[in-house]
């Protein structure tokens, strides 16, 4: 280990997140290998470890025979002060070796609020922050994950972006790299190249004009690149990479454990919800397959924990034989399996008991509106009726913690929905006394709101976000009707959802402001501990830009978004169609009783897997 | 059901893996290598495994003890061969055995201090620093259970102290109380910065060498 590193870690809190070595992290020879990908991170090691994007990325490209891929995390603050004074470059936890002599350096980005971590990543490894004074073929830049939808505000930063998801994507892109590195092309016949694999958006190969308004009037193809860039996806689940042998890490993370992914997609189409639309169309992996990989990561990993994963655990259609052959497995070797994402329904109750075994931890609920109109409005399909009944079967049998989440500025919201949450909060304690099995201890709800952030892909992309002061109306209504004591109410900072409301869809001239925020400081701006928005602000008013024309401005139906050289296999007329619905408060059912007709099936063939 | 007493080493980037994070990472490897360690009775069972003398973060040893409990009887010849493909980096299974002393008769720890001096080693420091270990008193700062910053004399836990002069850094092999109280053998270090601030070194290295009873045999 480089002796300089060596006396800055015992300073360092947590110092075993910067040093590798944990089980089933790869190393591979360097002589055997010819390219190298430094798969950042741009949060914490905690967070990013837990993330499972990560690690099946991981798999994917340390399974390509001369292909070695290595992690690299953001530093946290005391660490990130160390590095600097010290002048240690960022290194790759596999090898140690200096990022910026990667061949490409691909940054995982699931939250705008990331953004300011990939630029300071970028400055700790020494890498120019620009696309277009990095002039050589190593390293390329790119990025993926669920935010790069709108990639525009990281447009003058990355080579590339990778739109969809990435087992097969990734698989095409470094093997062109290898070749382009092989062969000695230069980077503008590289990313020319690459802009033809499906999935695959190049920013600088497309020219944004804009009216004087300050929308954009035009966003135009050059050298050949496409008109639109589809998202890619995995046809088939089964085939699809598992990490079955995964990096334990040595010292604690967030989601600690076994994570089994059921499917990708969701049927229910709630019009609020990115992940809803963009992951689409409904594709399973079998129980039979899930219940192999569950036993074998749980063995390999020494994990006694598991946990099942997606959008809508509770319409997984083999639920209960998958949960019976998980089961066989789990019991005998003492593991603890959790089922998140459960609807209210009678069905997942008697499921979420039956795993529970005894141990009552909290129940965790997300009506997300107060009144069954606001629910149908954003066709969030949950009745008060069937959490009633939910919470009348769990508080008789012993629970007595329940979480609540709902969201504020909901489109058509009034003061009747909020108020309507309050209502619902008194319900619930209501329930609880008429039914508690033991009422000595005592009960807690916890009503949690967070302020609507209107993201891309979604019904609600042409919404504004409500103002600042409005919000904060809301919530204070909201507390002076919240006035039963079992209730605690929390609400989400203001200044953190207006920021993602202009991130989410901005257009790239808010690279100059990001870079801006981030010479004046931002560096971890999706932790509390180092957020400011005032920076913002500021870089705002520098670079003459104004942050209300992002978040609280309605969108017209003919207004080009900045991200509309991206498709995600649901088209905007349906979209928009579903914004309309919304208006009239009237829902849309489900994708597994009626096909609604979204676009997504086109990507496989014609038929979901629902 | 056997009792198990497992030396490891626990060097290079294992050595920033903490105390409780290196027991977690125990019980994973036990079950990779498919044992089922004996759980405690009770509402919350917790896995039979204790380090004997836990090392601080960021300090390495050639002989860290784990006790632990199996439910069926294991060959602890082949033990170490067994874990060698489910432990992280940095940590070696050196030999197990089923122990036949109680930790009670740990008494000394043999351990290396490295001072390290960037600018070359002050002449006379060696002796310097023997003369202050081996005086009268040697007063460092500790942190007591209250959280409070004290004045504690180690001189009494310091059994031996040898030096051996390199060229930028100064070797203390010393020979301290394990327990009962034992002192961790970086205040010797902190003891040199304190009293001797002209050979405070820049940076200090611990490595743990033998766990020793008190007749100074090898404990094990």
């Known amino acids: 280990m480089d002796q300089k590193l060596a006396r800055i870690l015992p300073k360092v809190q947590k110092p075993a997140r910067y040093v590798g070595g944990e089980y089933n992290a790869v190393i591979k020879d360097k002589a055997a290998v010819d390219f190298r990908v430094a798969f950042c991170f741009p949060d914490t090691y905690e967070i990013g470890m837990s993330n499972l994007g990560m690690r099946i990325l991981y798999g994917v490209m340390n399974n390509m025979e001369g292909v070695w891929c290595e992690r690299v995390f953001a530093p946290w603050g005391d660490m990130e002060a160390a590095l600097r004074e010290e002048h240690i470059p960022l290194y790759a936890l596999e090898s140690g070796d200096r990022v910026r002599d990667f061949d490409i350096v691909a940054f995982s980005v699931g939250y705008e609020m990331a953004y300011p971590a990939i630029l300071n990543m970028l400055e700790l490894s020494g890498i120019p922050l620009h696309s277009a004074d990095r002039g050589g073929l190593a390293p390329i830049v790119i990025a993926g994950g669920t935010a790069m939808y709108n990639a525009e505000p990281l447009a003058d930063f990355i080579d590339l972006a990778c739109i969809g998801e990435g087992e097969e994507e990734l698989v095409e892109l470094l093997t062109l790299c290898r070749r382009a590195k092989a062969e000695g092309w230069d980077k503008g016949r590289l990313l020319r190249e690459a802009c033809h694999i499906e999935g695959i958006y190049v920013p600088s190969l497309y020219e944004v004009r804009y009216h004087e308004d300050g929308t954009v009037a035009a966003i135009t193809p050059k050298d050949g690149a496409p008109e639109r860039v589809r998202k890619r996806i995995v046809q088939d689940m089964d085939s699809a990479h598992f990490p079955v042998k995964s990096i334990v890490p040595s010292t604690e993370i967030v989601h600690d454990r076994v994570t089994l992914e059921l499917f990708r997609g969701c049927i229910r189409g709630c019009r609020f919800c990115q992940a809803g639309y963009v992951y689409r169309p409904v594709r399973c992996r079998s129980k039979e397959k899930l219940a192999e990989y569950g036993a074998a990561a749980c063995a390999d990993s020494g994990y006694q924990e598991m946990t099942l994963s997606s959008l809508s655990t509770s319409d997984y259609p083999d639920l209960v034989e998958l949960c019976d052959a998980l089961e066989d497995y789990c019991g005998p070797h003492h593991v603890t399996l959790s089922l998140p994402s459960l609807r209210a329904d009678n069905f997942s109750m008697a499921l979420t008991e039956r795993m529970a075994k005894g141990r009552k931890a909290g129940l965790t609920f997300a009506p997300e509106a107060g009144t069954q109109r606001l629910r149908d409005a954003i066709n969030k399909n949950l009745t008060e009726k069937d959490l009633m009944e939910s919470l009348t079967r769990a508080f008789s049998n012993g629970w007595s913690a329940v979480k609540l989440y709902y969201m504020l500025g909901l489109p058509t919201e009034t003061d009747e929905d909020i108020i309507g949450i309050a209502e619902m909060a008194d319900h619930v304690v209501h329930c609880w006394r008429e039914h508690a099995s033991n009422k000595a201890r005592g009960v807690r709800i916890t009503v949690s709101t967070s302020w609507f952030v209107p993201k891309p892909f979604t019904a609600f992309q042409w919404e504004p976000q409500i103002s600042r002061e409005e919000y904060e109306r809301r919530v204070k209504l909201l507390r002076e009707h919240m006035t039963a004591r079992a209730v605690t109410y929390n609400w989400h900072d203001g200044d953190t959802s207006f920021l993602e409301a202009v991130l989410a869809r901005g257009d790239r001239r808010l690279g100059r402001v990001l870079e801006r925020a981030f010479e004046k400081g931002a560096h971890l701006d999706a932790w509390q501990d180092y957020f400011d928005l005032g920076r913002w602000l500021k870089a705002f008013d520098e670079c003459g830009l104004d942050p209300a024309f992002y978040a609280n401005r309605e969108r017209g139906r003919e207004e080009i978004f900045p991200w509309s050289v991206i498709s995600c296999g649901v088209g905007d007329e349906y979209l928009w169609r579903e914004r309309e619905r919304c208006y009239a408060s009237q829902t849309t059912p489900d994708c597994r009783t009626r096909c609604s007709g979204c676009g997504a099936n086109k990507m496989v063939g014609g038929t979901c897997d629902v | ?220």
């Open chain 2, 1 to 220: 059901m056997s009792k198990v007493r497992l030396c490891f080493a626990k060097e290079g980037v294992a050595s920033y893996i903490s105390h409780l994070d290196l027991l977690r990472t125990f019980q994973r490897v036990f079950i990779r290598a498919g044992m089922v360690i004996r759980h405690s009775a009770g509402f919350h069972p917790h896995p039979m495994m204790s380090f004997v003398l836990p090392l601080s973060v960021g300090q390495t040893s050639v002989c860290e003890l784990l006790d632990f409990e199996t439910e069926e009887e294991i060959d602890c010849a082949a033990l170490p061969a067994r874990l060698a493909p489910c432990l992280p980096l940095g940590v070696r299974a050196l030999e197990c055995h089923v122990p036949e002393r109680p930790v009670r008769e740990l008494q000394y720890l043999q351990a290396l201090v490295s001072m390290e001096y960037d600018g070359g080693v002050p002449s006379g420091t060696a002796e310097a620093v023997r003369r202050l270990l081996l005086g009268e008193q040697v007063v460092v700062e500790k942190r007591n259970k209250r959280k409070q910053i004290v004045d504690v004399d180690i001189r009494p836990m310091i059994h031996t102290v040898e030096t051996e002069e390199r060229e930028r850094f100064l070797l203390l092999r010393t020979v301290v109380q394990a327990q009962n109280p034992g002192v961790n053998p970086a205040l010797l270090a902190a003891a040199v910065s304190r009293h001797l601030p002209e050979r405070a070194p820049d940076f200090i290295r611990v490595h743990r060498e033998r766990l020793l009873d008190g007749d100074g045999s090898v404990f094990r």
